[in-house]
């Protein structure tokens, strides 16, 4: 069980009593796991990377969306088969929405956690980075950096309050696009590959269909059909910008002249320099102009509920 004290402003810290109590409870009062607590950013690749190769079947990640894709990155880095359970304590839960797992019962979380259904997910990887909700350029990484200087907020409020406040000020990008990458990655929806220049407000590479912790980029987005959803919305006006925001809220913005969605197994995109990514809620600096993004069908192991619990009367 790797836990990050801080996720969720401190939530995960607050929460991990009650997941132990649960635990202790559903393992008969045996503790027949190893608890770590991470100390710094990132430390979660490492423990969980340690752990899968030390042979742990399931790890158990309490914390949210970047906790969860660190965690993934380590299993990924070790290149064992590790399961990942989701106990969710963050801001957003992303990731737990995209696959219908519970937020708020501590209860049904440790029972999936502990059980053994499991439920094969792609992953994506860009720049030797890997992220298993949501890759963005732009505004929403931008975003995610002005969110740490945050302090009195918690949760969605967090995002929500800080975006609201980029919209006007925020200069949007230029990039080129090519969705597509030759024979052995299809293009878009196995159609020929494309190339666009333009400016954009934001790109977003989503594997899931929210981001944000209540924006629904890509709706209907799949985590485990082979592809990730590509959503670009083009720069605006401050007003615009703002009409979009709220659109975004519902996933009604995918109907909006100025956004274009495709799905693809590869893409390939060029900017006039190394850009910022938000990859799961962490930020990351490109270390080229140039970012090649993949999906990687069916990388990672998460814990879903099994049949049996799925048919078993709830309450």
Not at 43 to 61: D, H, Y
Not at 257 to 275: D, G, N
Request: with cysteine; hydrophobic share 45%.
């Amino acid at each position: 069980m790797i836990v990050n004290p801080a996720a969720g402003r401190g939530r995960a810290r607050r929460m991990l009593p009650v997941f132990q109590r649960t635990l202790d409870r559903v393992l008969g009062g045996q503790r027949p796991y190893a608890l770590q607590l991470t100390t710094g950013p990132g430390e979660e690749r490492i423990l969980a990377r340690a752990a899968a190769e030390a042979g742990a079947e399931t790890i158990l990640a309490l914390g949210g969306d970047g906790t969860w894709g660190n965690v993934a990155r380590g299993i990924l880095a070790s290149g064992r088969s590790t399961r990942l359970a989701l106990l969710a304590a963050g801001t957003g839960n992303d990731l737990a929405y995209a696959a219908a797992l519970p937020v708020h019962d501590v209860g049904a979380a440790v029972a999936i956690a502990c059980g053994d259904g499991e439920r094969r997910i792609d992953a994506g990887e860009a720049d030797g980075l890997h992220f298993v909700n949501c890759l963005g350029f732009g505004f929403d990484a931008e975003v995610v950096g002005a969110t740490r200087q945050v302090r009195w907020l918690r949760g969605h409020a967090v995002y929500l309050l800080t975006a609201a406040r980029m919209l006007v000020g925020y200069r949007g990008f230029a990039a080129t696009l090519t969705l597509g990458g030759g024979a052995s990655t299809p293009a878009i929806d196995g159609g020929p590959a494309a190339t666009r220049e333009s400016r954009h407000l934001l790109i977003a590479v989503a594997n899931g269909p929210r981001f944000g912790g209540g924006f629904l980029i890509a709706p209907g987005a799949s985590i485990d059909d082979g592809t990730l959803d590509v959503v670009r919305i083009a720069d605006g006006g401050a007003w615009r910008r703002l009409a979009l925001f709220g659109m975004a809220r519902s996933g009604t913005h995918v109907d909006a002249p100025e956004v274009s969605r495709q799905r693809a197994q590869a893409l390939t995109l060029v900017f006039p320099a190394p850009p910022l990514i938000q990859a799961d809620g962490e930020l990351h600096h490109a270390q080229d102009r140039s970012v090649t993004v993949r999906c990687l069908p069916g990388a990672l192991r998460l814990a879903v509920p099994s049949q049996a619990d799925a048919s078993r009367p709830r309450g």
